[in-house]
């Protein structure tokens, strides 16, 4: 990271090279909610078992509750609905703790919770990281700020000057993001909400579906038939000749043993 060592030499001044990281660790910032570790980020995932014509009616109220919970950030990320067969739907989305609370009770109320699943990663290490990168960036860039206050700079001296914090600042505002996205997961958990109606069904659901796929089964029958008569009508013909080859020759021996 000494990108101005000639710059340094020709100015005859010091402290011009990027600072190196230290040791100890980086100040820490409080934890996100009352009761958990820091820097810990929760993703939590629930499946839900509901009535058929309850899926569409829950996922609604899920997204709506979502969208208006401005309290606890929820963002709504993902939300699909499928049909056919079997209609199922789901939705990821982003909240405070308090507000994914929320939205596992109203899911939990809407239908049967068949499964749950949270789990966490440890972003410790990662936001040590980063928040260490952003003070050696702000020290360097206020060093660079000091530099080019020093009387007696010439303008090829002060262009390299320009350079450099304008690369800095580049570097400042892309580590600024990664740090910001790392908080975000720590103060924000991921929710995955799949509902479904798979041990939900009505007694004439099944029937219904064999009722309605009958004509696509049945043609579908017919040409598996005609395709299985296709394959079979070579091997039967060459069976039959090789029948009656075995026959005739049978027939002249016995002839000729009883002669």
Not at 37 to 64: C, P, R, W
Not at 133 to 143: D, S
Request: charged share 25%; net charge positive; hydrophobic share 40%.
């Amino acid at each position: 990271m000494v990108r101005l060592l000639s710059l340094v030499v020709v100015m005859t001044l010091a402290g011009c090279s990027r600072p190196q990281a230290t040791d100890g660790s980086a100040p820490m910032a409080a934890g996100t909610a009352q009761g958990r570790d820091k820097f810990l980020a929760y993703q939590h995932a629930v499946t839900i078992d509901t009535g058929e014509n309850q899926i569409k009616l829950l996922l609604d109220k899920l997204t709506s509750a979502c969208q208006a919970d401005r309290e606890n950030g929820c963002t709504l990320l993902k939300s699909s609905l499928e049909g056919g067969r079997r209609e199922e739907a789901f939705l990821r989305m982003r909240a405070k703790p308090a507000g994914i609370d929320k939205l596992l009770v109203l899911a939990s109320a809407g239908g049967e919770l068949a499964r749950q699943e949270t789990s966490v990663e440890d972003l410790a290490r990662p936001v040590s990281d980063s928040t260490k990168r952003l003070e050696m960036l702000r020290a360097y860039q206020q060093r660079l700020t000091e530099l080019e206050r020093k009387p007696g700079i010439d303008a090829d001296a002060l262009i390299k000057l320009a350079r450099e914090q304008a690369s800095v600042q580049a570097e400042l505002e892309q580590a600024s993001g990664e740090n910001a996205h790392l908080m975000a997961r720590i103060n924000l958990d991921l929710l995955d909400i799949h509902i479904q109606s798979g041990s939900r069904l009505s007694f004439w659901s099944p029937i219904q579906r064999a009722l309605s796929d009958f004509n696509g089964n049945l043609s579908s029958g017919i040409a598996s038939t005609l395709t299985g008569l296709a394959y079979l009508l070579p091997w039967s013909l060459i069976l039959a000749l090789i029948w009656w080859l075995a026959r005739t020759l049978w027939r002249r021996r016995r002839t000729a043993g009883n002669s």
